[in-house]
């Protein structure tokens, strides 16, 4: 998720670009970069790493004098950490000037046919295509210009320009990618998010979709996409810089559970092409997709129980058989790899020591290797032969949310493909898959609306000492995911268990009142996970379960029931896992714990 600032006014720009992405740190960034409009050209800084590389090379921005500037802060996605993917991006006669936040789905289409015309690209990103499209449409009139793009530009974006010949204007558009306006007392600004202007202004107009901000130094102007003016109302501020940075958030886990749904658009739409999945990064042909005699997941944590749900997905699917491995372990187990076996590592930071390591291993034996990986650049990035991106941006709170739902998205996105390839589905299923993905944002969304209710079932459970979850099949590595969610964050021992297999053991720690959390999202498996829960309830346990829309034989069983929409059975960890999220984070906000920094963890575990 990258940062924009922009300003025009009485002031020196730079310094306020500067202080103004300084605010916006928190969504995580690996370069940064201003332009600044001298009075004759417009000037372009970039610096790979912290901000303080930006500031240290302009003085704190005194070497880029002008009073009309914008700035980026990038999180690669197109194009490694680089000076020459960070933004600002230029047009060829450096007359335009652009930096854009969000994912341009159609940016290959764009601009192989802008490079048909003669543009020369100098980066990776996708941004540039929108600085040369820019320039394509632009006949002295900026906003014919940037509704024109507006009409062939597909997926998200939020975009900072400044134009040569009307340097007195900072332009401003957004789709699905979040922009802000400040109207200052000496000058007004943009912004990806509040905190970046409330130094200077706590006046702020949003920017909705598709809509353009037209600034001067003295005024802001509004139109929508078919360039005629709208009129939008300024909202006063009044959160504190802190809650500001969080987006109005009490803390950085609930704001990015919240921005799940946008996290799963992101991953799968610009895969989803003309009803059917194209994976391009996969660089892998029909013929060698047919061939993949077994798939290795390799991961640790989390990542680690997206692979075992994704097991049940390539087995069931594709009909691929699937080891799954801890990475820690599979370093050390001398692993039997098969040549036509493919190994998928999975991991958030992509910097994850023993996950790094079981790369290595499995390249060393000459198999094909693919990272499922978020953080672009990154050490199993560069080293996997193939890399697939989740789009979830930085995730700054501990405890994973957003990007494990991401890394469910590629791999359901993967095992569709291959089941088609392998041909294990029919044409006309794949239709329906699709849909049923592409409707799991909303769905999500649904979910997280009933946040109050998860609330105050788990207001109930601050002072529960054991927590158990079960499940069968895919339920069952939900209950995974569920049971670390709890204990990492809330500090309450909790486990999770195959629903079949408590009878062998664990079901002697059941007292009256344990709390035991029941995954039943498998049709078939319905009535034998119903058999579990009455065996639990017996023993004094209380039953919450989390089902699909339409269980209602379950009510009897249970004493707590929470629904999930309806959608295709190798799916339901996607949503089922929405209720548990919000479940752990409110235990661990209602005993006062440290969400987002829990006790003796680290975000990126670059030991082993
Ligand atoms: C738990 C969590 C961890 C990570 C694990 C792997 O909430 O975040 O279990 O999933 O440390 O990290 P990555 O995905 O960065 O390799």
Redesign the pocket.
């Not at 991961?299 to 990542?303: K, L, N, T, V």
């Not at 999975?346 to 930071?349: A, G, H, K, P, T």
């Given at each position: 998720m990258c940062g924009i600032v922009g300003y025009i006014g009485e002031s020196q720009a730079a310094p306020i670009l500067l202080e103004g992405l300084s605010k916006l740190e928190y969504r995580g960034y690996d370069s940064a970069g201003i332009a600044v409009y001298d009075g004759e050209n417009i000037k372009v800084q970039k610096a790979v790493g912290r901000l303080k590389v930006l500031s240290e090379m302009t003085h704190d921005g005194a070497t880029m004098q002008g009073v009309v500037g914008i700035g980026h802060t990038r999180w690669a996605t197109h194009g490694a950490p680089s000076n020459t993917n960070a933004h600002p991006h230029y047009n060829q006669a450096e007359t335009i000037v652009v930096v854009h936040n969000g994912i341009i789905e159609n940016y290959m289409k764009l601009r192989k046919r802008l490079e048909t015309k003669g543009y020369q690209f100098l980066s990776e990103t996708d941004t540039e295509v929108v600085a040369h499209l820019l320039d394509y449409y632009y006949k002295g009139e900026p906003l014919e210009a940037i509704t024109k793009i507006m009409h062939r530009v597909e997926g998200s974006y939020a975009l900072g320009i400044i134009f040569k010949d009307h340097p007195e204007q900072v332009y401003a558009v957004r789709k699905d990618s979040p922009l802000i306006v400040g109207h200052g007392k000496d000058g007004n600004l943009i912004a990806s998010d509040v905190p970046a202007v409330l130094k200077y202004t706590r006046n702020v107009y949003f920017i909705l979709n598709e809509e353009i901000a037209v600034l001067t130094k003295e005024t802001i102007g509004f139109y929508n996409v078919d360039g005629e003016e709208i009129q939008k109302e300024c909202t006063t501020i009044d959160w504190d810089i802190n809650a500001a940075e969080k987006g109005g958030y009490e803390h950085f886990m609930l704001k990015e559970m919240y921005e799940q749904p946008q996290t799963v658009r992101d991953t799968l739409n610009p895969r989803i092409k003309e009803g059917s999945i194209v994976i391009e990064e996969l660089g892998m042909s029909d013929e060698e997709i047919q061939k993949i005699s077994k798939i290795h997941i390799v991961?640790?944590?989390?990542?680690y129980h997206v692979g075992v749900t994704a097991k049940y997905v390539f087995e069931g699917m594709a009909r691929i058989p699937v080891e799954v491995d801890l990475a820690s372990e599979f370093r050390y187990r001398n692993p039997i790899l098969e040549k036509d076996a493919l190994v998928i590592i999975?991991?958030?930071?992509g910097e994850?020591a023993d996950?790094l390591a079981a790369l290595r291993e499995a390249k060393i034996r000459g198999v094909k290797t693919l990272g499922i990986v978020n953080v672009v650049g990154s050490s199993i990035a560069r080293e996997a032969d193939k890399v697939m991106y989740t789009w979830a941006g930085p995730e700054i709170a501990?405890?994973?949310t957003k990007?494990y739902s991401a890394q469910l998205i590629a791999t359901y996105l993967l095992a569709v493909k291959f089941a088609q390839v392998r041909g294990e589905v029919l044409e006309e299923e794949v239709t329906g898959i699709l849909k049923d993905l592409q409707k799991l944002p909303e769905q999500i969304e649904m979910l997280l609306s009933h946040k109050e209710k998860i609330q105050r079932f788990a207001n109930r459970y601050i002072a529960a000492k054991d927590v158990f979850f079960v499940g069968r099949g895919i339920d069952y590595a939900i209950s995974m995911e569920g049971s670390?969610?709890l204990k990492?964050i809330s500090y309450i021992h909790s486990e999770a268990y195959a629903a079949g297999e408590l009878k062998h053991g664990t079901i002697s720690l059941i007292e009256e009142g344990t709390l035991v959390a029941a995954v039943v999202t498998q049709e078939d498996l319905y009535k034998k996970t119903i058999s579990n829960i009455v065996e639990l309830r017996s023993r004094g346990a209380f039953v919450l379960a989390v089902t699909n829309t339409g269980n209602t034989e379950i009510q009897k069983a249970a004493d707590y029931v929470i629904y999930i929409p309806q959608t295709n059975r190798y799916f339901t960890n996607s949503l089922a896992i929405i209720p548990l999220q919000l479940f752990s984070y409110y235990v661990s906000v209602g005993k006062g714990c440290d969400v987002d920094k829990p006790r003796n963890l680290a975000k990126?575990?670059t030991v082993e």
């Open positions: 991961a640790c944590g989390s990542a999975i991991s958030q930071s994850t996950s501990v405890a994973t990007a670390l969610k990492e990126s575990v």
